[in-house]
């Protein structure tokens, strides 16, 4: 298995973590993953020089996307969320 799933795996099993800290480190993966970047071919960024250019253009944190587009473009969307609050634990959380 590979060696980034098999930790994103370990992380949903520590429920000291929240909902953010899980975003950022599937974020932080994609940005690193410069041939994801380069297959989402979007026109005017780089990915060799601005890989958080991508963030919230073409890696979108969620599914629903807030306006409707006119013209073709790649996307990566995710999302997360917790399956069982944590005893004694004052938020919500569902995974």
């Given at each position: ?5 098999s ?89």
């Amino acid at each position: 298995m590979d060696a980034e799933l098999s930790e994103l795996i370990k992380y949903k099993k520590e429920f000291g973590k929240d909902n953010i800290h899980y975003k950022e480190i599937i974020k932080q993966k994609l940005m690193n993953n410069r041939k994801l970047l380069v297959a989402l071919d979007a026109d005017g960024l780089d990915p060799d020089e601005d890989p958080d250019a991508y963030v919230g253009t073409h890696l979108i944190p969620y599914y629903v996307l807030p306006e409707v587009k006119t013209e073709a473009q790649n996307l990566v969307c995710f999302e997360t969320a917790f399956t069982e609050v944590p005893r004694y634990n004052e938020t919500r959380r569902y995974m």
